[in-house]
């Protein structure tokens, strides 16, 4: 069993940056593919971000590419995502999860994955 919780969440201008974390418990991360979601009330649980669960593989949506960098560090159990140039249009609740299937990639659909953190909310004002 695998329990997520996010931070790292809150109030930031535009073109600030915010750093978000994910500790794991009750399994090691380094076991499962990761990734990151985030949901608006326009979408529900949009794919941000995903790494496999060695590091090789890194994906990225088109909207945030170059801006956010998923990564993790497997002895402190904790997934992190750094969002640069933050814009409104990232305002959202940001989630965490995982990946029970080792795939040499991580997947983008949210049904895909197995556990979830309860979402840490992040809002950018103009």
């Known amino acids: 069993q695998v329990q997520l919780a996010e931070s790292g969440g809150t109030l930031v201008q535009t073109g600030n940056s915010l750093r978000l974390s994910c500790a794991a418990s009750g399994h090691q991360i380094f076991n499962y593919n990761m990734a990151w979601f985030r949901r608006t009330p326009k979408k529900e649980r949009e794919f941000v971000a995903g790494?496999?669960?060695?590091?090789?593989?890194?994906s990225y949506a088109d909207s945030v590419r170059g801006r956010f960098t998923i990564s993790k560090n497997n002895v402190e159990k904790t997934l992190y995502l750094q969002m640069n140039s933050l814009k409104p249009e990232d305002t959202a609740v940001y989630y965490c999860?995982?990946?029970?299937?080792?795939?040499?990639?991580?997947?983008?659909?949210?049904?895909?994955?197995?556990?979830w953190g309860q979402g840490t909310q992040v809002t950018v004002a103009t």
């Open positions: 790494i496999t669960w060695e590091g090789a593989a890194i």
């Open positions: 999860a995982a990946d029970l299937m080792r795939l040499p990639y991580p997947r983008q659909r949210a049904e895909d994955y197995d556990y």
